[in-house]
């Protein structure tokens, strides 16, 4: 994806911003200000009828708010892939939304067993899914690059062993060209 | 009537008389259109869609859905009745489908006509539609009112994917005004053509049609309405069955499931969806592009399709099975679409681009619509959450929306004020 610069990944931190937002997502993450908005949303393991309840009040309510339809797309597409993978690789965990006047952050917090390797995790394809996942028509290995190409920025920490934390943010003002 | 006139007719009316204010109506509206106030039932012409939903679910008959009076055929030299296709699932299986529909001329038509004489153009149409529109995935059938209405109010972005082309009922009326006005010397307005319909959101397309280029028809007559006259006139019908042509095939319409089914081939996955609340949830996933791998999606706002439109009178399984046996043993009549196969390639079935309706916003500024939202999550805080309805509107949540647009108080919470009374006695004991 060569229109996304500032791509760095080792073992345990993944960052990815869209080229020409780098400052303003710099900022905004040394110095996060207050949301106006907070939504929260529990995500239990395996639960796939649950998962997804999250993203779906999150674009609900970015609807309320007169968000422009596309972005509302990429928030609802990225919100879901992140809700989705938690629920099928993760012993569960929660999903927080902080809504601001000009972005969304969304931030996703998992109880583990965390990934061995984030940068093989982005290709395209691969996935760890389980049998079960698989039967239930997800685990194509698409989740996380899906989430990438629809953020304006995304960083993931993680570890084996341990829990993730994934986040994104997303602009209100449809930048995506 | 005038495109830019902002009042939106509603083929729904509240009979306050009936209205005991009980809510029922108002937990049931997939658009959060209905409050009670006052005690009595009040819809926003903006918010409502016309689904029925409140009609089906009102206990004291308190919410009528109009439609129009019989009486208006008199201001005609000449009239059309269109019968929907859903009309000949309403009758006992002894009722043969030539005898319910000749019944209908004695309600005073010069001529019945029948929505099901151009499915299988509309079939082709659609097909013809899909292939020419391959940058818009998937295209979303605009035939039910109500899933259009939906559409501009709530997935605005889904707009440009619905088939803009005219509804069969409404392509008929266009075909056959022009027929008449050239075989029988007529004016325009001369004619009179009415459709016969299952639900009331089709009377509201009628009264309001959205993106209509011409004239349409001149009124919609309800199933319901008709039913009981109609039947006095098969009973004298039953014994010299009438030989009439109709077209069992077309049928399919009233059934969205069959449709789809009609519009799938080897280059086109169609997909059916029906009950106003499966829409909804579809709607949203296409939105996000979890759908795209269909190419049409065949969207009904009432169970099975027409044939549970809230003016039927037959239960829509009941009505369903009966219209497929009808399928299975009728032999269709010929039509002749050469005329139609013109008009549309002359584009006269077009529909001018479908227009957002953004009602369901906060407010036209996102920094405004975010302060308010803070308010309503204040708000909601101190409210019970039991989302009782008892306040008169559906939810807490959506009681502190009204609250913050001014439209209601914190005192209309029924528990709220029952604590507080609580609180007061002990107080005062």
Not at chain 1, 69 to 90: D, G, M, Q
Not at chain 2, 124 to 136: P, V
Not at chain 2, 239 to 266: F, K
Not at chain 2, 305 to 325: D, L, Q, T, Y
Request: glycine fraction near 6%.
């Amino acid at each position: 994806m060569q229109d996304f610069a500032a791509v760095r990944s080792e073992m345990g931190e993944f960052w990815n911003i869209r080229s020409g937002l780098e400052e303003s997502v710099k900022g905004f993450f040394s110095a996060p200000p207050e949301a106006d908005v907070v939504l929260e949303s529990l995500i239990p393991e395996k639960d796939f009828n649950t998962a997804g309840k999250g993203s779906a009040e999150v674009k609900n309510l970015l609807k309320r708010l007169g968000v422009d339809p596309e972005v509302l797309r990429r928030v609802a597409v990225a919100a879901y892939e992140a809700e989705i993978n938690v629920a099928a690789h993760s012993r569960g965990g929660m999903m927080d939304s902080y809504i601001h006047s000009d972005l969304i952050h969304v931030v996703f917090r998992d109880k583990g067993p965390g990934i061995a390797d984030i940068a093989q995790a982005m290709v395209p394809g691969f996935s760890t899914a389980d049998d079960m996942v698989r039967e239930m028509g997800f685990g194509a290995g698409l989740g996380l690059p899906n989430i990438q190409k629809n953020a304006d920025a995304l960083h993931i920490t993680s570890s084996a062993g341990g829990s993730t934390v994934l986040e994104f943010l997303i602009y209100f003002a449809n930048n995506e060209r | 009537m005038n495109a830019k006139e902002t009042k939106y007719f509603h083929a729904l009316q509240i009979l306050e008389d009936n209205c005991t204010g009980c809510t029922a109506c108002v937990r049931v509206c997939p658009t959060e259109a209905i409050r009670v106030r006052d005690r009595k039932a009040q819809i926003d012409p903006n918010r409502c869609v016309d689904c029925g939903n409140c009609v089906t679910v009102c206990p004291f008959h308190a919410i009528l859905p109009r439609s129009d009076s019989l009486d208006l055929l008199s201001n005609f030299k000449h009239t059309v009745a269109i019968v929907s296709t859903s009309y000949f699932g309403q009758f006992t299986e002894d009722v043969s489908y030539g005898v319910a529909k000749q019944a209908l001329f004695a309600l005073g038509f010069d001529e019945v006509q029948e929505e099901a004489m151009v499915t299988d153009f509309m079939i082709e149409m659609i097909r013809d539609y899909i292939r020419a529109n391959r940058d818009k995935r998937p295209i979303l059938s605009s035939n039910c009112p109500t899933v259009v209405r939906l559409i501009q109010l709530k997935f605005p972005s889904l707009l440009p994917n619905l088939f803009h082309q005219e509804a069969p009922m409404s392509i008929l009326t266009r075909y056959l005004r022009e027929k008449i006005q050239a075989e029988r010397g007529l004016a325009e307005d001369e004619i009179g053509i009415f459709l016969i319909v299952p639900c009331a959101a089709h009377v509201t397309a009628v009264h309001q049609p959205e993106g209509a280029y011409k004239h349409l028809q001149d009124g919609a007559f309800s199933i319901g309405m008709i039913y009981g006259k109609v039947r006095e006139h098969i009973k004298n019908l039953q014994n010299h069955p009438p030989t009439i042509d109709t077209y069992p095939r077309g049928l399919t319409w009233a059934l969205s499931g069959v449709q789809a089914e009609l519009v799938d081939c080897e280059d086109i996955r169609a997909l059916s969806v029906n009950g106003v609340e499966n829409v909804m949830e579809i709607l949203s996933r296409v939105e996000d592009h979890y759908l795209d791998q269909y190419d049409y999606i065949v969207l009904r706002s009432c169970t099975n399709g027409c044939v549970g439109g809230c003016f039927n009178v037959e239960n829509p399984f009941v009505a369903m099975s009966r219209i497929k046996k009808m399928i299975k043993e009728g032999e269709n009549g010929e039509v002749d679409v050469r005329d139609l196969e013109e008009l549309y390639g002359e584009g006269e079935f077009e529909v001018a681009p479908l227009t957002p309706r953004p009602v369901m916003e906060l407010d036209k500024d996102i920094k405004t619509a975010i302060v308010k939202m803070k308010q309503i999550n204040e708000i909601l805080t101190t409210l019970p959450g039991l989302n009782c309805s008892a306040c008169g509107s559906p939810t807490c949540y959506a009681l502190a929306e009204d609250i913050v647009q001014g439209k209601a108080a914190i005192e209309d919470c029924v528990v709220l004020l029952q604590r507080h009374s609580r609180e007061d006695e002990t107080v005062e004991g």
